[in-house]
Structures are given as structure tokens and as C-alpha cells.
């Protein structure tokens, strides 16, 4: 608690049981999985198929805009609810609760905190409810992490600005109705040379490009967005033209929520792969007596809920900061760090459980290994969280 007291957090708000609303969250996640996704997961997963008509049923159910207003047609929940949301819906698929991470934190969470109002009520409503999908368009080619020094580029012209270049690795970048991108408009290695655009989908010049075909999260779309003389009006500048010049600003505040769905994204596949495993382990006969009363499995389940038990903590302490408005940059990298290497610690395990059974696609463990790699490199990779990590603690901010 003292540890707690030293990072801004009152006594009384470390109780992160699930409340009433995340309790009423999961089931109504599990209902809805249950019905909608187990079925068609593997279909999806083996096909790369992405289903889009999915999210638009979630949007019904209040699942595509957690964290926004309800005067913007949004849930109106906060981030505790949010990681119940991403984190309940990976423990059955990755790839959705991707996409829905994506689309929630990202684009949408883009323009509720830097859009104007006027861009609040056009775009909000529709994206909060599912129909619309939405983008964030940021790596290239040649830059992931290195931001800075990106090519895609916007010039200035009469009633708006002209885009050229490609973004790469865009989750939804064909699908998605909506992309929010950031883009240079100013001087190469300036951290005040880019600025961050709303983008619709029908827009001349705006083009889809390659679908990239992945070792996991296979039914979550991941593709090309290509820029050719694409024309976009001065009101679609986020912000407003006050902002011309802070994307690059934005855009790492809105990363710093978005490990939080990286955090609850591993979050979840950990505890499905782990799940699954304590199952197996109950059922499982060798010897005589359930594989799970051996030591060398029962350390393993340990191992996993100990892992569990901590990711969870990380990423619930970074999503109350959030909520409370409070500086969480090197809280939401601990939870991402962290809870994506237990994820793929834990499926490993998973499948090690499983022995043979788990190597095939006749069970669960074999996907949530998969799904789980990309945890570890999306939206900053581990390396770049130590990093992050590691520059906050010599500020510092210990």
C-alpha cells in the first residue's frame, strides 16, 4: 500500500474487484461469445476472414465506444470497464478483442481527446455504436517506433491538404470507414512537424493496400493504407487548425491508453490459455489420478496464476490512473511489458500441458500461442517499453 500511496493511489481505490457494471460486462461478453464468436473462430482464424457485421453488433451492446460520453451515443464507462471488455473478449478470441481494442483506443479514443466538438458529434455517435469501424494509421514502412522520421507526407493547398506516402501494419486499414492518421507536415526529426488528420473511406485518393497474412490474430485485418494525392478538407484536421503540428504530441498520449489494450488484450489470452489448461489438467488421465496432481504440472498452473495475478494488478493500477487523469506513462508500459511476456510464458506452458493435443487445432491453446506474439510487439514492442520504462526512471519518477 505504501508502494500504491507513493504513485498518487487513495488506500480505498486499490480494491480492484470486479464492480457491478464489469460483473454485468462479462457475462453479457460471454452470452454474446457463446453465441456469436466460439463457433466461428477457428472458420475465421484458418480463412483470415475478418467479420466485420460482428462489430457491428457489439456497438449495440455498448462494446465499440466504452470510454466514450453517453452524449456521443457512447457507454460512457471507465477504463476499469474497458480492460473488462478487451481482456473478457480475448480470453475466448485475440483477434476480436483486438480489433476491438484497436477501434475503441485508437481511432475513437483519438478524436474524443483531441478532436473538436464539431468532429465529436459527427464522428463519436456512429463510431460508438458500430457503424462506423474505425482506423489509426501511424507506422510506415521504413518507421515503427522511430516516428519522427516518417515519409508520408500532407502540403498544404487551398481548402485543405494533399496526402502521399503509406502507412503499414494499420489494424482495419481495408475495412475501417473511419482512419485517423498521422502524418508529416512539417520539417523531417521535428516533434512539431506532424499533424494528425480524420480520413473517410470513399475519399479520392485514399487506397487499401496489402493484407498482411500473419502468424496470429489471423481474423483481425491488418493492411496497406496508401496515400495517392488524396485531398483532405482543412475541418478534418483533429483538433482543429490550432492543432496543425501536435500529431506527433497526440499521438503518444493516445499510445500511452493504448498499451492499457495491449495490457488487457494479453491480459485475456493468458487467462483463456490458462483456463483451458486447468481444465484440461482436471480431466486428463495418466497413471491413474489426473495429470494435475503431478507436481510438474501443478507448478506449471501456479506459475500461470501467480502471472495472471500480477498482470491483472499492473493493468488495473495503469487504467485507475488513467481514469483519476493522472500521469501513467510508466504504469501503462509495466502493464503492457509485463502482461504481454506472461501471455506468451503462459500459452507456451499452455500447450506444454496439453502435450500433443496441444499442437493441434483441435484445441484452444494451439490459437492463444499464436495470438498471443503479437502482444509483445504491437503498439511498441517490449523492447521499447524497457525503454520507456527505463528513461521515466532516470526522470525520476521511481
Known sequence: MEAAAAHGIEATGMNFDYNENQIMI??????????EIRPNLMKWDEEQHFPKDLFHKMGELGFMGVFVPEKYSGAG???LEYVTVVSEISKVCGSVGLSVAAHNS???GHIYYHGTEEQKKKYLPKLATGQLLGAWALTEPNTGSDAM????????????WVLNGTKCWITHG???DVILAIVRTGELLD?????AFIIERGTKG?????KENKLGMRASETAEVIFE???????NVCGGEAKIGSGFQQAMQVLDGGRISIASLGLGIAKGAYEASVKYAKERQQFGQPIGNFQAIAFKLADMAVKIEAGELLTMQAAYLKNTGQKMTKESAFAKYYTSEASVEISTDAIQIFGGYGYTKDFPVEKFYRDSKLCTIGEGTSEVQKLVISREIMKGNI
Not at 191 to 195: A, I, L, P
Not at 229 to 235: G, I, L, N, R
Open 229 to 235: 494525392d488524396c485531398f483532405v478538407p482543412d475541418e
Open 77 to 79: 464507462f471507465s477504463y
Open 106 to 108: 485508437l481511432c475513437t
Open 191 to 195: 516533434s512539431h512537424g506532424m499533424t
Open 174 to 176: 481495408i475495412s475501417s
Open 26 to 35: 462479462a457475462q453479457s461478453i460471454k452470452d454474446f461469445a457463446d453465441r
Open 206 to 210: 485514399l487506397k487499401a493496400g496489402k
Open 149 to 160: 522520421r516518417m515519409k508520408c507526407t500532407a502540403k498544404k493547398v487551398d481548402g485543405g
